[in-house]
């Protein structure tokens, strides 16, 4: 089993800046997609960011120009890097190990227990 666990979040101002981080227990991700999805009150968990096996980014239109998805070079290890922030960010960060970066099924479903991001305005 993959264990998944997201951290940096938090509390941040409109404008500002935020990294997530996304650590996998196994080194088998790194031949896996991965992503970032977010679940504001009351709407339902929607794709921000993904990352193919071979690290190409994809970004919710939402995301684009503002946010950068990378993965680190132990492939274990995804970020988040969210700049210009603005209140409609704000959620339940989730980190996903094996749906394809354009959030549909894939070789996995791997999920972490999520984490608050809070944009004040």
């Known amino acids: 089993q993959v264990q998944v666990v997201e951290s940096g979040g938090g509390l941040v101002q409109a404008g500002g800046r935020l990294t997530l981080s996304c650590d996998a227990s196994?080194?088998?991700?790194?031949?896996?997609?991965m992503g970032w999805y977010r679940q504001a009150p009351g709407k339902q968990r929607e794709l921000v960011a993904g990352i193919t096996s071979g690290d190409t980014p994809n970004y919710a239109e939402s995301a684009k120009g503002r946010f950068t998805i990378s993965r680190a070079n132990d492939k274990n290890t995804i970020y988040l890097e969210m700049s210009n922030l603005k209140p409609e960010d704000t959620g339940v960060y989730y980190c996903n190990v094996g749906r394809t970066a354009w959030g549909r099924s894939g070789p996995a479903d791997h999920w972490g227990q999520g984490i608050q991001v809070t944009v004040s305005s």
């Open positions: 196994q080194s088998i991700v790194h031949v896996l997609p």
